[in-house]
């Protein structure tokens, strides 16, 4: 095998978009062979974009079973994406899973488990980690150079939706179609970079407002406070309100703090550890030098069709996974800790999150009973 057969089960948004991206060749190491949807109207307008190069398919279990595909990513509603790949690797296919990986906890788990004993390849759509930008803090943050993180905060706010956009689709903006609002739709990669790059907290607590904003069911305001193992502490800023909105991330450790704005990395680099500093100055009020750096950002952002290149070459050869899709339960755990916050009154809660908790008041948000 030179190319990896790749199937896309659901035909929307996304969909259509990796469908663009095969067919432009941003992909050379993999090639579309079939496309699965429910909505005939959604498999004519593939039918058009595709010819007759690409089979088409009116269930997702008919193309798991077709034999034209050696991986499949379902782009479809968030409560399916476990279910399609757990068929998938039972049939012996890859998978590189949408994000959220899935609603709650017990699905996502259960998906990796079956994961783990197929032997197949398992990626997850985070192609924010194709980004230099957040690479690079990565690495400054893992090597060291910021010290021992005391305290991190993003302000995420310029996810700007009107309600015109929640009306487009009926499943949008529901608990039993959608599963959450802006924590489960627009932040999964920002709470995958988070933990991606700070590592995961100990425990959330969160205040969050639900149709605050928008006619909706599900949240659009949020405000959530972590606490890290080492007793670091955490602040997290989200909304659909805003606009113009701000994207501004911050890690602050005992060598210095790192800001990410505006597409630049910079570097507030203390010439003395704070920590070393604070045991010897007997000056009163004072701090160490500190250095602006802007630290030199090397590569370019491919999002997604860099991410499945890397998925692609990860199923043909030894290449490491980016994003391997076990690690999509860990923001995942994060945006379910902070709605269970929420809805327990702003209680602390500790992770690993207690999952049969969260899948029984979340069943009880869709009506009494979940729809996966």
Known sequence: MNKVRIGIIGYGKMGSQHTRAFLDNKVPNAVLTCIADIDPKRL?????????????????????????????????????????AIE???????VLCEKPAGVYTKQVE??????????KVFGIMYNQR?????????????????????????????????????????WRATWKGEGGGVLLNQNPHNLDLFQWICGMPSRVRADVYYGKHRKIEVEDDVYALFEYPNGATGSYTTTIADTPGTNRFEISGTKGKL???NDKLEFFRLREDSISFNNRYKGGIGQPECWKCEIPIKGTYTSHPGLIRNFCDA??????????????????????????????GGKWIDLPIDGDLFAEKLAEKCGGSLPL
């Open 44 to 84: 004519d307008a593939a039918r058009q974009l595709c010819g007759e190069s690409v089979s088409l398919f009116s269930s997702a279990e008919d193309l798991i079973a077709s034999g034209c595909c050696d991986a499949i990513i379902p782009t479809v509603p968030h409560y399916y994406h476990p279910l399609y």
């Open 88 to 94: 998938a690797f039972n049939a012996g296919l890859h």
């Open 110 to 119: 259960k998906m990796n488990e079956v994961a783990a004993k197929s032997g």
């Open 130 to 170: 194709t980004n230099p930008l957040y690479q690079k803090a990565r690495d400054l943050v893992k090597s060291g150079e910021v010290g021992e993180i005391i305290h991190t905060n993003w302000i995420i706010t310029n996810w700007y939706r009107s309600q015109s956009y929640y009306d487009q689709s009926s």
């Open 259 to 261: 800001v990410i704005e």
């Open 315 to 344: 199923v043909l050869g030894n290449t490491p996974l980016l994003a391997p899709g076990e690690e999509g339960i860990l923001g995942l755990s994060i945006s379910n800790a902070i709605h269970l916050s929420s809805w327990l």
